[in-house]
């Protein structure tokens, strides 16, 4: 057979580059021709992050997040509550948490979920190392931000069981309708919930 | 300012990914993640693949495909008929020309059309390497296969000016009713030029 694409380098860069998620052949191949189209430095520069990226990248011995130090920036820092903990599944939840700017505690990256179904145990994920960590003294709280999904509640709860013999509180994300949700389109256990978590609406107004 | 991403390595990937046509920061984070969960010879793979479709890639002096040798494999191939050649905008309407199996002939690829709106006159297309092949003799047919657009039409106008001087055929793509379109929907210049090239409905079948 013929080469589809006339260059065995184009070939190859289109393969690797629809085995990244959401990304078919055609849209491989409009990526490549764009690298081609642009400065060498450019393209250049991009498959060399990528490199770097996959090689250099370690994870933080402490929370498990991405570091490029054994301990990452977050944990390393002085100015953070190191009595709080917020457990999360993976590095991309601890860059939305941040995001929010309403946390300034320590994470705990799991790993993932426990998932019977795709085959993921407690022992797969890093919650032994939590325990550790809870042991070790020193924290107050654990917040478990986990998805509210079976998964995640079963995680909770396993979580829950794991740090029970510790004086430490366990709180969890509060359930609730989402901004700019509307309460139309709600499902009942949220409102179910929301209606028994209900807060005072002075307080929604009373740290602007 | 915090990183935003705990990691410059990340930080950097992500830039490099977001300027991706198609591509922005969100899912730029998602396909960095993903490297980093795949085995690290995949992420590496990918980057040099990169890479070397940047370094490795130059031009065909004939016909101005992409090659990685001097001479593109179709411009070499004794096998295809060296005395038609098929004008494209891009590289990526060669493999769209080649994967209509309907082409034996030779391209040549222009690099564009001319836009003046965005400043792209004939001195910037492959037009004049175009005219020199078409002169050096052996050339019995020039296929058009622009876009049918404004830009499209006057390339194709301002080539067939060109090439006027010398005794070859000038063709167009056919006009027409896309497969797969509803009348209802079709446009009335299309739906005009179909009429007025209309085919023996005969011939639709006739090389099945």
Same mark, same amino acid.
């Given at each position: 057979?013929?080469?589809?694409?006339?260059?065995?380098?184009?070939?190859?860069?289109?393969?690797?580059?629809?085995?990244?998620?959401?990304?078919?052949?055609?849209?491989?191949?409009?990526?490549?021709?764009?690298?081609?189209?642009?400065?060498?430095?450019?393209?250049?520069?991009?498959?060399?992050?990528?490199?770097?990226?996959?090689?250099?990248?370690?994870?933080?011995?402490?929370?498990?997040?991405?570091?490029?130090?054994?301990?990452? #920036?977050?944990?390393?820092?002085?100015?953070?509550?190191?009595?709080?903990?917020?457990?999360?599944?993976?590095?991309?939840?601890?860059?939305?948490?941040?995001?929010?700017?309403?946390?300034?505690?320590?994470?705990? @990256?799991?790993?993932?979920?426990?998932? #019977?179904?795709?085959? @993921?145990?407690?022992?797969?994920?890093?919650?032994?190392?939590?325990?550790?960590?809870?042991?070790?003294?020193?924290?107050?709280?654990?917040?478990?931000?986990?998805?509210?999904?079976?998964?995640?509640?079963?995680?909770?709860?396993?979580?829950?069981?794991?740090?029970?013999?510790?004086?430490?509180?366990?709180?969890?994300?509060?359930?609730?309708?989402?901004?700019?949700?509307?309460?139309?389109?709600?499902?009942?256990?949220?409102?179910?919930?929301?209606?028994?978590?209900?807060?005072?609406?002075?307080?929604?107004?009373?740290?602007?």
């Amino acid at each position: 057979m013929e080469l589809q694409y006339a260059s065995t380098l184009l070939e190859t860069a289109v393969d690797k580059l629809s085995q990244l998620p959401g990304i078919g052949r055609k849209t491989a191949l409009r990526l490549a021709l764009h690298i081609l189209r642009q400065d060498e430095q450019m393209g250049v520069a991009l498959g060399d992050a990528i490199i770097k990226l996959r090689q250099g990248i370690k994870y933080c011995r402490s929370c498990h997040n991405i570091s490029e130090t054994d301990l990452c #920036p977050i944990c390393a820092n002085p100015s953070r509550d190191a009595s709080t903990i917020c457990v999360v599944e993976s590095v991309k939840d601890v860059i939305s948490v941040e995001n929010t700017n309403q946390f300034n505690g320590l994470y705990h @990256v799991l790993g993932g979920v426990i998932s #019977p179904m795709e085959g @993921v145990g407690p022992e797969q994920l890093q919650i032994a190392s939590l325990v550790e960590r809870v042991k070790a003294g020193g924290i107050n709280e654990v917040i478990l931000a986990l998805s509210a999904t079976m998964e995640g509640e079963t995680t909770n709860f396993y979580i829950y069981r794991q740090l029970a013999p510790f004086d430490v509180k366990i709180t969890q994300l509060a359930r609730g309708v989402a901004v700019g949700n509307e309460i139309e389109y709600i499902d009942e256990i949220t409102l179910g919930r929301s209606l028994v978590n209900r807060t005072l609406f002075s307080d929604s107004f009373a740290d602007k």
